[in-house]
């Protein structure tokens, strides 16, 4: 079964999925060297994943194409981007940038069956979490024991890490979208995400395209109130209006905000109406085929959505016993 996105992997995706944020932010961060030999003009985004079913509750990945300077024959370089959005970091996360290293080279054979090499990859973590950063960064550190005679025959590689967790030092580059999607994220654990919120909301009204402006504070409300579960709709309404007191872009949004929010409301309350229907008329078929169902059961239909109600109610035709309807 197919896990759900988590709100740190929609809004990872939302952002840095960006070809525009994620220019500025690999120019931002990536070693002057290499920055010297690519060209960040012909940045192409992958929309593939090899984070596993398994794991996507703690990484998330992208994977970007860039050519070289004045060598459009040679293969693209793939830099690897894996967000570890666990609150503290992973041992493993070498073992998941081999998977990802092993697969992109056997993509890249299968597509490629003349070539007798394989294009290079650049790890790069970025990390938000609560705890500091202080796993292995190298292949090597990760295998034990690791006696010399043994060193040449284990793989060897690093990743970059970019860590913008608060106990990092790490200066915050870039456009205002790209500043303002790490420090999202760099916040999003904070206590006070209120106080937080409030910050970006100020930051976000120096981006100067509207409609970017709009797409951004959506994406960045969704992830706040998801991911922090702290802040509600009113609460948020309570900051946008605090915050864009004046500001056409802003009461623009909120106007729009606030209708979305009654539409959901009207919404939400249509569904648990009819969910409340159809529970009561599954609860008077149990009565006439099974006699008075006890309270555990009533409380157990009441708290079914309405899928569930509909299967239950379409195996009293043919059950025979109440464990057959709610099996």
Do not use: N
């Not at 952002?15 to 290499?34: E, K, N, R, S, Y």
């Not at 409300?221 to 309404?237: H, N, S």
């Not at 529970?279 to 006439?288: I, K, Q, Y």
């Amino acid at each position: 079964m197919e896990s759900t996105p988590t709100p740190h992997d929609c809004f990872f995706r939302e952002t840095f999925g960006q070809v525009a944020i994620a220019g500025d932010f690999l120019h931002h961060i990536l070693p002057d060297d290499l920055l010297a030999v690519i060209d960040l003009d012909t940045l192409a985004i992958s929309k593939d994943t090899y984070v596993s079913e398994d794991l996507r509750q703690f990484y998330a990945d992208l994977v970007y194409q860039v050519g070289y300077r004045g060598d459009a024959d040679e293969p693209p370089l793939s830099i690897y981007l894996l967000f570890e959005h666990k609150s503290r970091p992973d041992t493993w996360v070498l073992l998941q940038l081999l998977h990802y290293i092993q697969a992109s080279g056997e993509a890249y054979r299968k597509q490629h069956p003349q070539a007798k090499r394989l294009p290079p990859v650049y790890p790069l973590v970025l990390y938000h979490g609560r705890r500091r950063w202080r796993v292995p960064t190298t292949f090597h550190d990760l295998v034990a024991p690791l006696p010399p005679a043994l060193a040449p025959y284990v793989p060897q590689f690093r990743y970059a890490l970019h860590d913008i967790s608060p106990h990092s030092d790490t200066e915050i580059r870039g456009t205002v979208l790209t500043r303002l999607a790490q420090l999202a994220l760099r916040h999003i654990f904070d206590p006070q995400p209120g106080q937080r919120l409030r910050e970006l909301l100020r930051l976000i009204a120096q981006v100067l395209d509207q409609s970017t402006a709009l797409e951004l504070l959506e994406s960045l409300l969704r992830y706040y109130v998801q991911g922090t579960r702290q802040l509600d709709e009113p609460t948020v309404r309570a900051l946008l209006q605090e915050t864009g007191r004046g500001e056409p872009l802003m009461q623009t949004f909120i106007e729009r905000y606030i209708e979305q929010g009654e539409q959901r409301g009207e919404q939400r309350g249509e569904q648990r109406g009819k969910q409340l229907g159809s529970a009561a008329v599954l609860l008077r078929l149990l009565e006439r085929r099974f006699g008075p169902p006890d309270e555990p059961l009533r409380a157990r239909i009441a708290a079914a959505d309405a899928d569930t109600l509909m299967i239950w109610s379409e195996r009293i035709l043919d059950a025979r016993t109440l464990d057959d309807v709610l099996h």
